[in-house]
């Protein structure tokens, strides 16, 4: 798919590598705590920089092996999953919102304003989980999946 999708931009495919890392989907599963976060990052951080370094080498990434079953997820699964399932209609504001705007900031689709001093999602959401997940406040919860777990948003893990 990657492959696919590089022909089509006309991208020069190089590879890729899988790294590990803290889940953030919070509509779904659980998000780790900063101690458990911060101990994840800690253990991709060599796979990391290794693979920056292959980067910046122009060097070919590999292609890993991937399975019948994880092709399948790919290819029917997901893009189901994303055409019923991701939409910003379940996310809400509660009142420990300060109105800071952080949340108008970090969406990377532009799909938050303001509104009375409170965020108002539109139609245009990608389930990125930034908005949730950075709220300084944790004044946004997700249908009834996010009340009572931990956010995970990658700021400062790896000075902590
Ligand atoms: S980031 Fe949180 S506190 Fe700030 S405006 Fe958005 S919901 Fe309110
Ligand atoms: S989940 Fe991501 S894309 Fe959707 S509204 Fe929040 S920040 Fe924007």
């Known amino acids: 798919m990657l492959l696919k999708l590089c022909n089509k931009k006309r991208f020069d495919f190089m590879g890729f590598s899988t790294v590990i890392m803290p889940e953030n989907y919070i509509a779904m599963f659980e ?3 900063k101690v458990q976060a911060s101990s994840i990052i800690k253990k991709a951080l ?3 920089l290794a693979i920056g370094e292959r980067i910046k080498q122009r060097q070919f990434l590999h292609v890993e092996k991937v399975s019948i079953y994880s ?3 790919s ?3 997901n893009p189901l999953f994303y055409i019923t399932s991701v939409s910003a209609k379940g996310f809400y504001v509660t009142n420990a919102c300060v109105g800071c705007k952080k949340c108008v900031d970090l969406c990377p689709l532009n ?3 303001m509104e009375g001093n409170k965020p108002s999602w539109s139609g245009n ?3 990125c989980m930034a908005c949730i997940c950075a709220c ?3 004044a946004i919860e997700y ?3 996010s009340k009572g777990k931990p956010r995970y948003y990658n700021t400062g893990y790896l000075q902590s």
């Open 136 to 138: 300084p406040k944790e």
């Open 125 to 127: 959401c990608t389930h």
């Open 75 to 77: 290819r029917f699964i």
């Open 71 to 73: 092709r399948f997820i």
């Open 143 to 145: 249908k009834n999946k």
């Open 31 to 33: 998000v780790p705590d």
């Open 46 to 48: 060599p796979q990391i």
């Open 111 to 113: 799909n938050i304003k």
